[in-house]
């Protein structure tokens, strides 16, 4: 079945380096790759997302590259700050296909330490 | 625009009662998504439902159940609570099959089973 693994489990890094959060998937009919932040007690939020036609998608200080070959994509946060800290799920799905589920990794706790 | 609505936002049972969470979806989108998201775990698939159908499902049993109503508005239904079952659940909603399922999430039920 789909899975998507995710690592590492807990990135502690001081402010202002960068933090990069990797993630790998089973189905290698997955088109969507988005990554969202949950703070503490709040619901999980959308930060970026990348399709399978782009290698590489750029936001300010975010920013995701997909690799459609190896079948793993990566959150790379440069610049931290302390309100980065969160934990970050990335996930994939086939789109808007019938079988579109979207399939979370288990997670990743970011402490930015400033 | 209001966002994801859910309700009730906290709740208690005991092993072996029934629960009814609802949700109702940002206007506009047809598409309602459940997630369960145990203490320190990741968001677990549950259930997809778009235009009033179930369109997916995940690996969890049978009394775990729900449906979407005419107005995309959705419940989830869990009978035969078990300890387990304490978790927040997460609802999301998107524009469906007919577009990208670019979800957004409610604040969730959270569920204690005692």
């Known amino acids: 079945g789909e899975n998507v693994e995710q690592h590492p489990s807990t990135l502690s890094v001081q402010e202002g380096d960068s933090a990069v959060i990797k993630c790998t998937y089973s189905?290698?009919?997955?088109?969507?790759f988005p990554w969202y932040k949950q703070e503490l007690g709040k619901r999980p939020q959308l930060i970026i997302d990348?399709?399978?036609?782009?290698g590489e998608k750029k936001d300010q200080r975010i920013a995701v590259t997909l690799n459609k070959t190896a079948k793993h994509f990566s959150l790379h946060i440069t610049e931290t700050q302390p309100e980065d800290s969160a934990v970050y799920f990335c996930a994939a799905s086939r789109g808007s296909s019938n079988t579109g589920k979207l399939i979370f990794g288990q997670g990743t706790t970011l402490q930015v330490k400033p | 625009e209001a966002g994801v609505t859910q309700s009730p936002t906290h709740l208690i049972k005991t092993r072996g009662q029934q629960v009814t969470l609802r949700c109702s979806p940002i206007s506009g989108h047809t598409s309602v998504y459940w997630y369960q998201q145990a203490l320190g775990l990741g968001l677990q698939f549950l259930l997809w439902?778009?235009?009033?159908?179930?369109?997916n499902r995940g690996n969890f049993p049978p009394r775990f159940s729900g449906r979407q109503f005419p107005n995309y508005s959705s419940e989830l239904n869990v009978n035969a609570l078990e300890l387990e079952d304490s978790a927040l659940y997460l609802c999301a909603s998107s524009l469906g099959l007919s577009g990208a399922n670019v979800l957004t999430f409610g604040a969730g039920s959270r569920l204690t089973v005692l």
């Open positions: 990348i399709r399978s036609n782009v």
């Open positions: 189905d290698s009919a997955s088109n969507y």
């Open positions: 439902y778009d235009e009033g159908e179930e369109r």
